[in-house]
């Protein structure tokens, strides 16, 4: 079995920050990539950041040069620091994680509950 916790998310006025933390634990034999999505009512869930191992990170257009993401493969742990928070960045993200839970087993999409992030005005 599999568990991605997330923590992090919370209210938060218009141009403040909040970091939210990941972490990956379980069965895991390797992990590819570690990011977040969100979904705000309504509307689809999108990427918002992720990064391959050993490759750059990759970012949603609505949040580029205002989100980073970052990953401590020791810990099996995605992070992601939001600044300039807008009131359209509410929605609740999730942590993603495209792993394998041993060498000779399929990799698979792992997917955390949720954390609400709500920005006021």
């Known amino acids: 079995q599999v568990q991605l916790v997330e923590s992090g998310g919370g209210l938060v006025q218009a141009g403040g920050s909040l970091r939210l933390s990941c972490a990956a634990s379980?069965?895991?034999?390797?992990?590819?990539?570690m990011g977040w999505y969100r979904q705000a009512p309504g509307k689809q869930r999108e990427l918002v950041a992720s990064?391959?191992?050993?490759?750059?990170?990759i970012y949603g257009d609505s949040v580029k040069g205002r989100f980073t993401i970052s990953r401590d493969n020791a810990k099996n742990t995605v992070y992601l620091q939001m600044n300039s928070l807008k009131p359209e960045d509410t929605a609740l993200y999730y942590c993603?994680?495209?792993?394998?839970?041993?060498?000779?087993?399929?990799?698979?999409?792992?997917w955390g509950q949720g954390t609400q992030v709500t920005v006021s005005s």
């Open positions: 993603n994680a495209y792993l394998r839970c041993a060498f000779y087993s399929d990799w698979g999409d792992y």
């Open positions: 990064v391959p191992s050993g490759s750059s990170a």
């Open positions: 379980g069965s895991i034999f390797s992990i590819e990539t």
